[in-house]
């Protein structure tokens, strides 16, 4: 069975775990104290250009947004985000569980767009009741989106000019953040990232790491007393040297950028024998993820043979499914799923 069902199925990338392998044996200290926390976070800054920056090392994605949401927002604020967003669908509530309300705009291709974003804050403040309303307190975007979408330079500058005017943060969730910076049709570099956006995380575990989430905070913005927070949402590692030697490494030599450039031609081979054989395509993604709309019978027929996500119902004959490739796809694993597809 061939899977591109995600970009997390295998464990880590070689390195990494040699790295780990290495390192096992030395008695560190705790909680992220130790020295290749240090040095991983130090090496972070370096390439986001955020010299100033602040650096917090965590394990997943969803508890990351929960974490920073929760503790950047007064208790009386919301986080805006897109309909599509991961925070308002995919995340089982957790930021509604925390006491916060999710303020959702419509999306383009995965993206809000700046027009919306000023007309939410202008229509809430011009209310003489927003008193009485959840207030909006910081703006959440991933790049790339849920479908694989990127914000260029500008959407980015656009957005974050808007979150300066009324003084709330431009928050990136990066899990993904690797295969968006390797795109070759992207604008935007890790270090723009750090000079537009307020607060972002790059994501580890969907980068060939076995588990990590390693958060940028520019400017200033992390929250006062942020260690304790955290270890109150019961997300502090005892034994941070797993993220730490596990980030060293992918800042390493470029790790980071020559593992997203591996999925990133791996997908752009899959899209392009996709085309070849006359599937239609759901959106237009740059990155790695891939979808397409399949008639039911062949997806059944599909599924004998390759692993995928199922994303959304089409209408009743059809749906949409989503492609996946990473860090440890192979190239002779696509062109045979091109095989398989082409004989439905």
Known sequence: ????????????????????????????SGYGTDHYCETAKE???????????????????TQTNQIIIDTVLAPYEGVIAAKT???????????????????????KDGKIQAADLKNLLETFYGDGNYEHMVFPGMVYISHPTEYGTL?????????????????????????RLIYGIAAEETDVTLKDIGKLCDIFYIGGTKAGLLCGEAVVFTEKTMPAHF????????????KGRLLGVQFDALFTYDLYLKIGKNAIETAAVLKNGLKKAGYEFYIDSPTNQ????????????????VTVSFWEKKD???????FATSWATRMENVYKVLEVLQGL
């Open 316 to 322: 009743d004959l059809h749906t949409v499914i989503r």
């Open 43 to 61: 090496k972070i800054k370096a390439a986001c250009g955020c010299e100033d920056a602040e650096v917090f090392l965590l394990t997943g994605g």
């Open 85 to 107: 967003g991961h925070v308002s669908t995919h995340e089982a509530g957790a930021i509604e569980f925390t006491g916060h309300k999710v303020l959702e705009l419509p999306q």
């Open 1 to 28: 069975m061939l899977s591109f069902e995600n970009d997390y199925s295998e464990g880590a990338h070689e390195i990494i775990l040699k790295r780990l392998i290495d390192t096992n044996m030395e008695q560190l």
């Open 227 to 238: 260690l304790t927070r955290v270890k109150q949402h019961g997300a502090l590692l005892a």
């Open 151 to 175: 914000y260029t330079k500008k959407e980015l500058e656009n957005l974050s000019e808007i979150c300066h005017e009324y003084k709330i943060p431009l928050y990136m969730d990066g899990a």
């Open 290 to 305: 891939i979808f397409i709309v399949i008639d039911n019978g062949q997806l059944k027929e599909l599924q004998k043979h």
